[in-house]
């Protein structure tokens, strides 16, 4: 019986190499078709670079990848009732204030989108949105510990790569020397920057 086994054990490991070895091969072939895509399009200046929470989290990290904690998303939240009830806006023991407060201790999504929703109504009634978030991004670009990302977008942007980002934050516009701000409302403005 053995015998018999030892010649199927081949071909199954022969079979499975080859089987491996097609698919590194394709995946090196799409891979490679990407990658010329891509730089067809850089050079034709046809690609758009979005960003996110994720580019200011990374570059605003210390050393042991720690975000700074007033811009993830429990920390902002819980910045913005902070900044309610040091600036004496709402009271602590207000029961929206307190629910909002309670909801960033649990793990539920809904709980934060409430707490998230209680901070912007609070704001908003005390025409300090705008405020706030100057308080909270305004000097962000000061406390950057790692530009490995700003730099290579940075670099993008300078062959032809248009930026677009999701943030509140100025940090693309700390980077770049010109930069098209579109609001909210579709109003456009522009913004020169000396760049780093």
């Not at 204030?97 to 209680?118: F, K, S, V």
Request: aromatic fraction near 6%; charged fraction near 25%; proline fraction near 2%.
């Amino acid at each position: 019986m053995e015998v018999c086994i030892h010649p199927i054990q081949g071909f199954l490991k022969n079979s499975t190499n080859k089987l491996q070895d097609e698919a590194s091969r394709e995946t090196a072939r799409r891979q490679h078709e990407v990658i010329d895509r891509l730089r067809n399009d850089l050079k034709n200046k046809r690609l758009v670079l979005i960003t996110g929470a994720g580019v200011t989290l990374s570059a605003t990290a210390d050393s042991s990848r720690q975000a700074l904690s007033r811009i993830t998303w429990t920390g902002l939240i819980r910045n913005g009732l902070d900044y309610l009830v040091q600036e004496g806006h709402v009271d602590r023991s207000n029961r929206r204030t307190r629910r909002a407060y309670d909801a960033l201790d649990e793990q539920d999504m809904d709980d934060l989108l409430d707490a998230a929703n209680i901070l912007r109504s609070q704001l908003d009634h005390n025409d300090l949105f705008p405020t706030w978030l100057e308080s909270v991004f305004g000097n962000l670009y000061s406390l950057v510990r790692n530009t490995a990302l700003l730099d290579a977008i940075k670099e993008l942007h300078e062959h032809g790569v248009m930026l677009l980002t999701t943030n509140y934050d100025d940090l693309l516009s700390g980077i770049v020397i010109y930069l098209e701000s579109v609001g909210p409302t579709g109003i456009t403005s522009s913004s020169f920057v000396v760049g780093t």
